[in-house]
């Protein structure tokens, strides 16, 4: 099995949001491996003049394999591996500034990996952000005030550098890490822009949907009522009508008014399945004739009593 796979390791079944923190972790962890190893096999040996001097090199030795371990406790949760790195490097800085002094400026590491909790454990944790803060001010307090600013193990020119390499990486870090902050903060606001319009354009569809629906309503009431009106002026000819052939055609438009009358009630009942997702609308043919037949069936007569004729014929081919 590979320590390194890519950056990617252990992250693939959390969410993005939570695969990108982890991400940033096992890069933090990999970091840390390397110039704790680095520092034993590198450094250490160069700088072994001095008898103590072993201790933090044991030290880093431990260090560099157990923060290359740590992205494999991802598969225990997403917070494992974060509480675990903060552990580690805690106890990592506070055994190296006992041993070579705060000269070296090991303690100021602490700032860096609070300010990395937020990074690991997003602002949904901020609590147990804040505690490790916490105790990350306790911990260099405690070593300002118990450890002496050189403890004999390095040269003062060599605490001097300590001093120096640290500050810097520490104000490196720092400011990737307000980089990223800031760089989350503009994602956030982009992603708030996107969702914003995309409310706007379901406002503007479901206004744009109440507004059809308004007109198809007005345009069925109205379209109801022509058939109502015919089939009341249909019976009333009914009730007076003794020739039996004049009596068989009413009938049959008092029959054709209802038919008219039952397929626009229809069309609301599906009207309102569509809108509650019960149905789904196909295209399909429609037939001419049938829909000319009603509007004769309904207008006849009324064009009759004016003077006029509704008829229609279908087209002849010339």
Not at 121 to 141: D, H
Not at 142 to 152: A, H, K
Not at 230 to 251: I, K, T
Not at 282 to 293: F, Q
Request: proline share 4%.
């Amino acid at each position: 099995m590979h320590l390194f796979p890519g950056i990617r390791f252990g992250t693939d079944r959390f969410p993005e949001k939570v695969a990108r923190r982890l991400r940033a972790l096992n890069l933090t962890t990999w970091i840390a491996a390397t110039t704790s190893t680095l520092t034993f096999f590198v450094v250490a040996p160069l700088l072994d003049t001095t008898p103590g001097l072993w201790k933090a090199a044991a030290v880093n030795a431990l260090g560099g394999p157990i923060y290359a371990l740590v992205p494999l406790l991802h598969r225990f949760g997403s917070l494992a591996a974060a509480v675990t790195l903060l552990i580690v490097a805690y106890a990592d800085f506070f055994v190296l500034t006992y041993l070579l002094g705060t000269g070296t400026g090991i303690q100021m590491y602490y700032l860096v990996v609070a300010g990395l909790t937020l990074l690991f454990f997003g602002t949904e944790r901020v609590l147990l952000s804040a505690l490790f803060g916490v105790l990350a001010a306790v911990l260099i307090v405690v070593l300002e005030s118990l450890v002496p600013y050189n403890t004999g193990l390095l040269p003062p020119t060599m605490v001097f550098l300590g001093f120096v390499t640290t500050t810097i990486v520490t104000c490196i870090l720092l400011m990737i890490i307000v980089s990223y902050a800031l760089r989350e903060a503009a994602r956030a606001e982009e992603n708030l822009a996107r969702e914003h319009e995309v409310v706007r354009d379901k406002n503007h569809q479901l206004e744009s949907a109440n507004k059809y629906k308004s007109h198809f309503l007005a345009s069925a009431s109205h379209d109801l009522r022509q058939p109502l009106h015919a089939l009341n002026l249909f019976v009333a000819q009914l009730r007076g009508e003794s020739n039996p052939d004049e009596h068989s055609r009413l009938v049959a438009r008092i029959d054709a008014a209802v038919s008219a009358m039952t397929e626009l009630f229809e069309a609301l009942l599906d009207m309102t399945k569509l809108d509650a997702g019960i149905l789904q609308g196909n295209t399909t043919d429609c037939s001419v004739t049938r829909l000319l037949d009603r509007v004769e069936t309904t207008f006849a007569d009324a064009a009759q009593r004016r003077g006029c004729a509704c008829v229609w014929s279908p087209a002849v081919p010339g």
